[in-house]
């Protein structure tokens, strides 16, 4: 089962571009790794998800070098909105990790200033 | 419609009171889910059900009793909670509880318990 380990919080101010690091050292061959986005006071949103190399969508970009053993969540040009907890999972391709089910690390809560 | 519905958004109740929590979702799900979630907290897995039968029970205790009326319907009866219970109370819906079916979360009943 691969553990992932964020940092527990991060800060920074709105205009910027933030990286969130995520270390999944024993990563199997066919897991994904994804991303899901809280907002306070709602339900984690799926965001992005990828196996290798790099993805972009509308929201983020998820950088995953060659060995798989870390992914990179890149946030660009943040603002206040997107102050919100963001969860790393190392999994199949919804997340899912423990025997099929989908089960939360502690997360990273980025805090956007003004 | 895209949504998982959660109704009540709040709810205070003493520590005799038996109350409901309910959640709707008209996406044509079969696998639907109960999350809690303490304050500063990742989300923890309470109960699955695939096609209107539990298939999961993490251990939880008998005064939180789930029900699935039918396949768009899922309620989560309280009965003599106690104050460590308060927490947000987290629906969640997927098109299967087959690998890789991502999840999608309502807003969460943020429960008070007295």
């Known amino acids: 089962l691969a553990k992932t380990t964020q940092p527990i919080s991060m800060d920074s101010y709105e205009g910027q571009e933030v990286n969130i690091t995520c270390s999944h050292n024993?990563?199997?061959?066919?897991?994904?790794i994804t991303w899901y986005q809280q907002f306070p006071s709602q339900g984690p949103r799926f965001i992005i998800q990828?196996?290798?190399t790099k993805v972009t969508n509308e929201v983020a970009s998820l950088f995953i070098p060659a060995d798989r053993k870390s992914s990179t969540l890149s946030l660009p040009r943040v603002s206040l909105s997107d102050t919100a907890v963001y969860y790393c999972?190392?999994?199949?391709?919804?997340?899912?990790?423990?025997?099929?089910?989908?089960?939360f690390g502690q997360g990273t809560e980025l805090s956007v200033k003004p | 419609d895209t949504e998982v519905t959660q109704t009540p958004k709040h709810l205070v109740m003493g520590m005799t009171n038996k109350k409901s929590l309910k959640c709707e979702q008209h996406?044509?799900?079969?696998?639907m889910y109960w999350y809690k979630q303490k304050a500063k907290k990742p989300p923890e897995l309470m109960f699955v059900?695939?096609?209107?039968?539990?298939?999961i029970n993490e251990s939880v205790p008998s005064r939180f009793s789930p029900e699935c009326p039918n396949s768009s319907l899922l309620n989560l009866h309280l009965h003599a909670l106690q104050p460590e219970d308060s927490a947000l109370y987290l629906c969640?819906?997927?098109?299967?509880?087959?690998?890789?079916?991502?999840?999608?979360f309502g807003s969460g009943t943020q429960l008070s318990v007295l």
């Open positions: 999972l190392v999994g199949d391709m919804g997340g899912r990790n423990q025997g099929g089910k989908l089960i």
């Open positions: 969640a819906s997927s098109p299967s509880e087959g690998e890789g079916e991502k999840l999608f």
């Open positions: 059900y695939s096609y209107e039968k539990l298939s």
């Open positions: 996406m044509g799900h079969r696998a």
């Open positions: 990828g196996y290798k």
């Open positions: 024993n990563i199997a061959t066919n897991d994904y």
